[in-house]
């Protein structure tokens, strides 16, 4: 029932801006993370920037200053507002969420739930 679709990703120029968005659906009792992952061919994922329910938010050494996370309730979306972008920013962005839903028994459980996935090319 749980769903994440993102969008926003395609070619920019670098300085240039993009704003990733994840719309989250499906019923999640409580939500613990909301977060972006980016991965880039031949390389690991790895976090980009997380956002926790208290609303205090974590971010990547390299996009500090330059990305920013944040959340419309009202609309179920996580946001990746994306300036100044660098060619090394190159990946698909994932975005990830971690919450607590009811399973079969319905008995209450955390799970980890995952965008399909969206290109950001960055040309020098």
């Known amino acids: 029932q749980v769903q994440l679709v993102e969008s926003g990703g395609g070619l920019v120029q670098a300085g240039g801006s993009l704003r990733l968005s994840c719309v989250v659906s499906?019923?999640?009792?409580?939500?613990?993370?909301l977060g972006w992952y980016r991965q880039a061919p031949g390389k690991q994922r790895e976090l980009v920037a997380s956002?926790?329910?208290?609303?205090?938010?974590n971010y990547a050494d390299p996009v500090k200053g330059r990305f920013t996370i944040s959340g419309d309730n009202a609309k179920n979306t996580v946001y990746l507002q994306m300036n100044s972008l660098k060619p090394e920013d190159t990946a698909v962005y994932y975005c990830?969420?971690?919450?607590?839903?009811?399973?079969?028994?319905?008995?209450?459980?955390?799970?980890?739930?995952w965008g399909q996935g969206t290109q950001v090319t960055v040309s020098s």
């Open positions: 990830h969420a971690r919450g607590v839903v009811f399973d079969t028994g319905l008995l209450p459980r955390e799970n980890d739930y």
């Open positions: 499906g019923y999640i009792l409580k939500m613990n993370v």
């Open positions: 956002m926790s329910s208290g609303g205090v938010t």
